[in-house]
């Protein structure tokens, strides 16, 4: 049996798709958003496995194999759609069902004609053939192209919400989405420009291996990327939104913002590099709705910016401090409660306007 370049790439994605599919379902079952990202690779890596089938000479056997029910081209996107959703929203079986209902659908129609005698279905699909052509070719791509750019709006309203919630924004996790969305967009253009020549025999081959080998790459990266992707949700954001009226500003007081900050400082709650404001909200006493509209209100800036720019205060100090000498300049980042080197520098000079260690150089240099 001999295999072309073309299989060659399917029977890489195969694997790979269903081997990490599986195991996100089977050992991080317990995570709904993990969960869905593996129904998604799987969804997205099993209409391979048709097209091995057909090439290995299996329909020559197996007639019937020929509608196996495996093409779940209708859940894909929706799929990507559901787990990126699933971060920050518990879904209803019913909006869930909802989503998946083409999905369903088509899985049902070809169930269906996976059952009839290999001839009779045959026969049956000949006769809508032209529609056939129009649904996948066409129709599909688009309802999938809606789909993915519904899950960068989603993305973007994360990114603003979290800065609300978070103190050290989950950034490379937003960027994962939005990068696996941009690829699986390009791969959906490709085959909806390309639809005309593949139904009319015009240079099928080639466009067919170039969609093979996009796949091929989508699915390592989502199987790479995505399995050491962050489990973090955002299922608790919704207490992050920012007040948009007076009346939702006037029940918090400035008295009130003096006192927390006062403590954030002398407690040095600012330093834990996990801290969201349900945490802060936890140790405060105080709920965290109430706390985001006190630092929107009368800090004027998001939570994230309020926590790093006390912890850019708390850096100052310890870098002009002699006693921190024996410390990096990442270690005093660490200290302060910033996750990394790069985000430290970044916060304190777009701050104070010069990095740590020029900051830490002059004011050396001042004589006493």
Known sequence: MSFSTEDVFRILGLVQGLGVGLALIFFKRKNVSLLFLGIFLIAFTAPSLSWLIRNAGGLE???????????????????LYIYVKSLGTKFSRKLLL????????????????????????????????????FVYGVFLNIYSLVYLISTIVIV???????????????????????????????????????AYFVINDISRNTILLVDSLLAVIFIYWVSIAGIRQTTLGFASLEVADEPNSESEKSDVTFAEYEKFTEEIRHDKIFANPDLTIADL??????????????????????????????????????L?????????????????????????????????GI??????????????
């Open 156 to 194: 973007k309203k994360f990114k603003r919400k979290s800065l609300n919630f978070y103190s050290n924004t989950q950034k490379r996790l937003l960027r994962w989405i939005l990068f696996t969305t941009s690829i699986l967009i390009i791969v959906y253009l490709y085959q909806l420009s390309t």
């Open 281 to 318: 909200a936890a140790q405060l006493k105080t709920p965290a709705k109430r706390l985001s509209k006190m630092i929107n209100q009368y800090g004027k800036v998001n939570f994230n910016r309020f926590i790093n720019e006390l912890r850019v205060e708390e850096a100052k100090n310890l």
């Open 320 to 352: 002009v401090n002699p006693k921190n000498d024996h410390l990096t300049i990442e270690g005093i980042g660490y200290q302060a409660g910033f996750k990394s080197k790069t985000v430290f520098n970044t916060f304190f000079k777009s701050t104070v």
């Open 61 to 79: 056997l197996y007639p019937r194999l020929l509608f196996l029910p495996i093409g779940f081209y209708f859940l894909v996107a929706p799929l």
């Open 355 to 368: 990095t740590p260690s020029v900051y830490k150089k002059n004011h050396r240099s001042i004589p006493s």
């Open 98 to 133: 909802a989503h998946l209902t083409l999905g369903l659908i088509e899985f049902g129609f070809l169930f269906v004609l996976f059952l009839l005698p290999p001839k009779l279905a045959r026969t049956w699909w000949s006769s809508i053939n032209e529609i056939i052509d």
